[in-house]
């Protein structure tokens, strides 16, 4: 595997870059960007982005501290590696559905036609495993015009069929030279793998990442593309579960969503909703039983108010269910633990709970999962979707290879597969954001003492030191350079 490429400056800069073709091919030429010439750019002040420009990681620092960790700034350069002619993209989704893939795949295939004159535009068909086992979908603006206003993908996708020697041979024997791979955690480490081969063969190929997670579970990055999407439409699920438990005598309206891991959609779509009551996530323990405990709070809330609304994210509670059941040790295409569906047994649990204590209540149950996933994109994620492939091209054509395109503080970047992949983004029940929705549902937090200082120490606020990457994460020694000024 090869090295991250790190670049320390003065008061503690750390640039985390990321490669670039002429790393590992150091006599590529050089040609002027036809954006230059392009009518629709040619108005815009600097355009170009300079090649020092960088994005900080974090924007809140002490007068003291180091400077800190810094990704490069994306977007077009002066300066192309690739003449138009000679481009064959191809484009892949890969793992589950979420709303704003069809415009990814829009505004790529947009972006290399119109901004770069590019003619050759595959779609590899279902995932990864399309590489090599299926046919590929010639893609062009005619083909791509409206699909936008679509949810789903109209490549395909599927979890798994990562075979890393038959995905290069497909792109080697193919003739292609820009990859765009587009899925979550799982899926960049895939690209990855995919970079390292081709970087091992010599070729001159872009391998290039587009996150996609509609949990928001990518690290780094402030959010990905479909999580507004997903709140938003989860607000008609929380709607419709205020309305039934209105309409009945200690009404409970049960909703679960997205969030194997992390419980950003619950989290965000309980402080947007304000009709929720209780808000459940994987990374804050619950306990049914006894003082504190989920049943009393429940107790309490139809005994005050006569209804009350619960979202549960889908991941939470999993061990306390699997103490109960059966463990679980199944496993998707992709490696993921199979979840089992924790909203079933936890609304039958608070239905056998009120049968024991003889209190009438009436429980209504709602999983809109696969409705939320399957929608196109709202007008804010289409933008965003917009951004992120602009960018993409811009830093293909660039010469920039092994990189995920991101937002970061509203920037957009290019950040290496390693930060990328090294961990999952998660809600910090230490942070000010939780405490907000505590404080609009007015549920107790289910923590004691213990679990909060444990917390504390699990999730240190100490800004990084001079040279300090990735929390120790990635142990590859780096390439390192010191500029000064």
Known sequence: MSSPKIVNGPGGYVLQDVPHLIDYLPDLPTYQNPLKDNPAYSVVKQYFVDTED????????????????????AGPRQKVYFESEEV???????????????????????????????????????????FYAKNTIPLNSKVVNDIHKRGGTIIGTSRGGHDTTKIVDSI???????????????????????????????????????????????????????????????????????????????????????????GFIAMYATLASRDVDCCLIPESPFYLEGEGGLFEYIEK?????????????????QDMMSKSMESNTLEDASGNKLLKDVGLWLSQSIKDHFKKIKMVMN?????????????????????????????????????????TSGLVHGRQTYIPFYRITEKQNSVVITDRMWARLLSSTNQPSFLGPKDTSEEKKEKPEKPPTDGEICNGVVDIPPVTKEITK
């Open 363 to 403: 429980l209504k149950y709602i999983d809109p999962t696969y409705m939320i996933r399957a929608i196109p994109s709202n007008a804010a994620d289409n933008v965003y979707c917009t951004l992120l492939a602009q960018s993409a091209v811009h830093g293909a054509m660039a010469g920039y290879t092994g990189y």
């Open 301 to 317: 809330r139809l005994k005050e108010h006569g209804h009350m609304v619960i979202v549960l994210a889908e991941g939470a509670g």
């Open 88 to 130: 064959h993209a191809c484009i892949v989704t890969c793992g589950g559905l979420c709303p704003g893939l069809n415009t990814v795949i829009r505004e790529l295939v947009s972006s290399l036609s119109y901004m770069y004159g590019v003619k050759r535009i595959l779609g590899i068909d279902g995932g990864y495993k399309g």
């Open 172 to 262: 080697q024997d193919r003739g292609i030279n820009q990859v765009y791979i587009i899925g979550g955690d799982g899926t960049q480490r895939g690209a990855s793998k995919i970079y390292e081969e081709i970087r091992r063969r010599g070729l001159k190929v872009a391998v290039v990442g587009i996150p996609k997670t509609i949990d928001n579970d990518i690290p780094v990055i402030d959010r990905s593309f479909g999580f507004d999407t997903a709140v938003e439409e989860a607000q008609r699920a929380i709607n419709a579960a205020h309305v039934e438990a209105e309409s009945n005598e200690n009404g409970i309206g049960f909703v679960k969503l997205m969030g194997r891991h992390s």
């Open 54 to 73: 960088t994005v900080p990681e974090k924007i809140i620092v002490h007068k003291d501290g180091p400077r800190g960790i810094h990704f490069r700034r």
